[in-house]
């Protein structure tokens, strides 16, 4: 006992001593044993663990040895409220008060030690040495392990940090201690926090999201939504350019006009491509009818409204199968932008409307047979033609010719004849033809009709002696020709349209001139008859059933039929220029009759004639 206090005495001197210098102890005062007592005022030494633990029970820091000590035994504050706790088999304690009453506790198998205060008023210990967590102040070395502080491991940091996988840095101004992460990779608990920033798990920025979405140009950070905080495709429209067809942000995503969540299309583009080159995108029509803004461009090609195609309009029904390029109607389906696309009775193309219409004159039906309108509005094609008369060095023959365009014949009665025979509804003369035999006459008797046309100054020269043309039967219409008679040797009538028994006659004549004929110009007997733009000049005297006449005889009508006279000229005849039996009245209109022998027109024919010629006044054309 004696010198376990020399001792102590000993040891509070070396105290006392270091406390006057002002020197720090460098021992452990953590530390003890029972052979030196080195814990500090109010602690005592666990003679179990070793170590300094506070003196609860009032005793003194001499405290070295507890006899018949159980092993890790926790102690228990005794009923007598005496102080420090009991424990079980204590028996005596060296150097301690006697405490009295002590009741017996079961040792525990594990004894806790006491806890840290918040401020540690130890002794400073050796450096690096610790007893708890608490003692590492150094952030780098944090932790206690076997009494010396240390930096992190693994195993240290797990679950220490909430919300994430606590992991140990080992580089950087945090080396050594437990943070949420060191990379992205250890930011997977929470999507909206995916990014490592700063050893903590953060949500997005934009300089973080910069192409780390694959496809897209431009990923981008969710602010808002159920994406808030992650790298998205997209978070509007704007932010999808890198493909046409996935112009729309849905869900976060790039897709395309046709899906669900993309909004409508509209402005110039109102329609949405579901299929083809430009599916998925916004474009101006997917088909026709989506074109309306201008019937100009009432198309859709290649998704974008345009003008007709050929091959746009060829398929139509509605006869609409050409595409107009030009004028009124650029760009839409016509009926026809030439001749060659209208037919029939409708040849002409009418460049105003871009509609077929009937021919109006010979000069529109040029490029088609022989030239010639027929009176129906179709153009006369070489399948019904019968060509008479030399033209240019295509010389006419009646022995060897057959009437085509290369085998003309050479008189009209032989084209009379082919046509009658063949049939066929037209015969063109071309030219001056030369006159028949003496006393011959061109007899014209067809049951059809029958249309004779002359081009390049057609005449007709009747034989010596004999009527140039006489008409027996049929419809026949005379154009464009010139029924020119002779004084010597003399000839007959111009034309004789006299029906034989049973038979009926109707003329039409337009764009004639019968002259010359000294029998007298023209004899209607019987025939009805339609007359316009005919010339009647220098003929007669014809003496006929009892009248004197030279221009024109109406001697009788049949029961039924026009007798009609438009813009004619009856002129310088010698003879009455218009004669009618009295019960033969005509209509007349525009008819100028000036310059003839007794009289110009009959009181009989109830026609007034014009005084002026003119546009309403007498013949319009002449036979060219």
Same mark, same amino acid.
């Given at each position: 006992?004696?010198?376990?206090?020399?001792?102590?005495?000993?040891?509070?001197?070396?105290?006392?001593?270091?406390?006057?210098?002002?020197?720090?102890?460098?021992?452990?005062?953590?530390?003890?044993?029972?052979?030196?007592?080195?814990?500090?005022?109010?602690?005592?030494?666990?003679?179990?663990?070793?170590?300094?633990?506070?003196?609860?029970?009032?005793?003194?820091?001499?405290?070295?040895?507890?006899?018949?000590?159980?092993?890790?035994?926790?102690?228990?504050?005794?009923?007598?409220?005496?102080?420090?706790?009991?424990?079980?088999?204590?028996?005596?304690?060296?150097?301690?008060?006697?405490?009295?009453?002590?009741?017996?506790?079961?040792?525990?198998?594990?004894?806790?030690?006491?806890?840290?205060?918040?401020?540690?008023?130890?002794?400073?210990?050796?450096?690096?040495?610790?007893?708890?967590?608490?003692?590492?102040?150094? %952030? =780098?070395?944090? @932790? $206690? !392990?076997?009494?010396? &502080?240390? /930096? *992190? +491991?693994?195993?240290?940091?797990?679950?220490?940090? #909430?919300?994430?996988?606590?992991?140990?840095?080992?580089?950087?101004?945090?080396?050594?201690?437990?943070?949420?992460?060191?990379?992205?990779?250890?930011?997977?608990?929470? %999507? =909206?926090?995916? @990014? $490592? !920033?700063?050893?903590? &798990?953060? /949500? *997005? +920025?934009?300089?973080?999201?910069?192409?780390?979405? #694959?496809?897209?140009?431009?990923?981008?950070?969710?602010?808002?939504?159920?994406?808030?905080?992650?790298?998205?495709?997209?978070?509007?429209?704007?932010?999808?350019?890198?493909?046409?067809?996935?112009?729309?942000?849905?869900?976060?995503?790039?897709?395309?006009?046709?899906?669900?969540?993309?909004?409508?299309?509209?402005?110039?583009?109102?329609?949405?491509?579901?299929?083809?080159?430009?599916?998925?995108?916004?474009?101006?029509?997917?088909?026709?009818?989506?074109?309306?803004?201008?019937?100009?461009?009432?198309?859709?090609?290649?998704?974008?409204?345009?003008?007709?195609?050929?091959?746009?309009?060829?398929?139509?029904?509605?006869?609409?199968?050409?595409?107009?390029?030009?004028?009124?109607?650029?760009?839409?389906?016509?009926?026809?932008?030439?001749?060659?696309?209208?037919?029939?009775?409708?040849?002409?193309?009418?460049?105003?409307?871009?509609?077929?219409?009937?021919?109006?004159?010979?000069?529109?039906?040029?490029?088609?047979?022989?030239?010639?309108?027929?009176?129906?509005?179709?153009?006369?094609?070489?399948?019904?033609?019968?060509?008479?008369?030399?033209?240019?060095?295509?010389?006419?023959?009646?022995?060897?010719?057959?009437?085509?365009?290369?085998?003309?014949?050479?008189?009209?009665?032989?084209?009379?004849?082919?046509?009658?025979?063949?049939?066929?509804?037209?015969?063109?003369?071309?030219?001056?033809?030369?006159?028949?035999?003496?006393?011959?006459?061109?007899?014209?008797?067809?049951?059809?009709?029958?249309?004779?046309?002359?081009?390049?100054?057609?005449?007709?020269?009747?034989?010596?002696?004999?009527?140039?043309?006489?008409?027996?039967?049929?419809?026949?219409?005379?154009?464009?020709?010139?029924?020119?008679?002779?004084?010597?040797?003399?000839?007959?009538?111009?034309?004789?349209?006299?029906?034989?028994?049973?038979?009926?006659?109707?003329?039409?004549?337009?764009?004639?001139?019968?002259?010359?004929?000294?029998?007298?110009?023209?004899?209607?007997?019987?025939?009805?008859?339609?007359?316009?733009?005919?010339?009647?000049?220098?003929?007669?005297?014809?003496?006929?059933?009892?009248?004197?006449?030279?221009?024109?005889?109406?001697?009788?009508?049949?029961?039924?039929?026009?007798?009609?006279?438009?813009?004619?000229?009856?002129?310088?005849?010698?003879?009455?220029?218009?004669?009618?039996?009295?019960?033969?009245?005509?209509?007349?209109?525009?008819?100028?009759?000036?310059?003839?022998?007794?009289?110009?027109?009959?009181?009989?024919?109830?026609?007034?004639?014009?005084?002026?010629?003119?546009?309403?006044?007498?013949?319009?054309?002449?036979?060219?």
């Amino acid at each position: 006992m004696r010198i376990q206090s020399y001792s102590r005495i000993r040891e509070a001197i070396a105290f006392a001593v270091l406390a006057l210098v002002g020197c720090a102890d460098a021992r452990d005062w953590n530390v003890c044993n029972h052979q030196v007592t080195n814990c500090q005022p109010g602690y005592t030494c666990d003679l179990g663990v070793f170590r300094c633990v506070p003196a609860v029970d009032g005793g003194t820091p001499g405290d070295t040895k507890i006899s018949n000590d159980g092993v890790n035994d926790v102690p228990v504050v005794p009923a007598d409220g005496s102080s420090p706790p009991d424990i079980l088999g204590d028996t005596t304690i060296v150097g301690d008060t006697t405490i009295v009453g002590d009741t017996a506790t079961a040792d525990a198998p594990v004894d806790l030690p006491a806890p840290d205060l918040a401020v540690d008023l130890r002794v400073p210990d050796a450096a690096g040495t610790c007893g708890v967590n608490g003692d590492c102040r150094d %952030p =780098a070395k944090g @932790f $206690c !392990v076997a009494g010396m &502080c240390t /930096g *992190c +491991t693994p195993g240290l940091c797990s679950s220490l940090i #909430d919300g994430g996988a606590a992991v140990c840095a080992t580089t950087g101004p945090v080396a050594g201690q437990c943070v949420e992460c060191t990379g992205n990779g250890d930011c997977t608990k929470n %999507p =909206a926090k995916g @990014f $490592c !920033v700063n050893n903590a &798990c953060t /949500g *997005c +920025t934009t300089a973080l999201c910069g192409g780390n979405v #694959d496809g897209g140009t431009n990923s981008v950070c969710a602010t808002t939504g159920a994406s808030a905080g992650q790298c998205v495709e997209c978070v509007d429209n704007t932010t999808c350019t890198k493909d046409p067809a996935k112009g729309f942000c849905a869900s976060n995503a790039c897709t395309g006009c046709q899906n669900a969540g993309a909004n409508a299309c509209g402005g110039a583009k109102p329609a949405c491509a579901t299929s083809g080159a430009s599916a998925g995108e916004c474009v101006e029509c997917v088909d026709n009818t989506g074109c309306t803004a201008s019937i100009a461009k009432s198309f859709c090609v290649n998704n974008a409204c345009t003008g007709c195609l050929a091959t746009l309009c060829s398929g139509r029904t509605d006869g609409k199968t050409a595409c107009a390029s030009s004028g009124t109607f650029a760009g839409q389906c016509v009926t026809c932008t030439s001749n060659a696309q209208c037919s029939g009775t409708a040849p002409i193309c009418n460049g105003a409307t871009d509609t077929c219409r009937a021919c109006g004159s010979d000069n529109e039906c040029s490029a088609i047979g022989p030239g010639v309108c027929m009176t129906d509005g179709h153009c006369a094609t070489d399948a019904e033609t019968i060509y008479v008369g030399t033209s240019g060095t295509t010389a006419c023959s009646d022995t060897t010719g057959t009437g085509s365009p290369s085998a003309p014949v050479c008189s009209a009665q032989n084209g009379v004849t082919l046509a009658r025979t063949g049939p066929k509804s037209v015969v063109l003369i071309r030219g001056s033809l030369t006159p028949p035999p003496a006393g011959f006459t061109t007899t014209i008797a067809v049951s059809a009709p029958l249309t004779i046309v002359g081009k390049n100054s057609a005449i007709i020269v009747p034989a010596s002696g004999a009527d140039a043309l006489t008409i027996t039967s049929g419809e026949i219409t005379l154009r464009n020709l010139t029924i020119e008679g002779t004084a010597s040797p003399k000839t007959g009538i111009g034309i004789n349209a006299t029906p034989g028994t049973g038979s009926a006659v109707t003329l039409h004549m337009d764009t004639c001139a019968v002259t010359g004929n000294p029998g007298g110009g023209i004899l209607l007997n019987g025939a009805a008859f339609d007359i316009k733009n005919t010339t009647i000049t220098g003929n007669g005297v014809g003496t006929t059933g009892g009248y004197t006449w030279g221009g024109i005889l109406v001697e009788s009508l049949p029961a039924t039929g026009t007798s009609n006279l438009n813009f004619v000229s009856i002129k310088n005849n010698v003879a009455p220029g218009l004669t009618c039996a009295a019960s033969a009245a005509v209509q007349g209109t525009g008819v100028s009759s000036s310059g003839n022998t007794l009289t110009d027109i009959t009181p009989s024919c109830n026609v007034i004639p014009c005084t002026t010629a003119g546009t309403t006044c007498g013949a319009q054309t002449t036979p060219q």
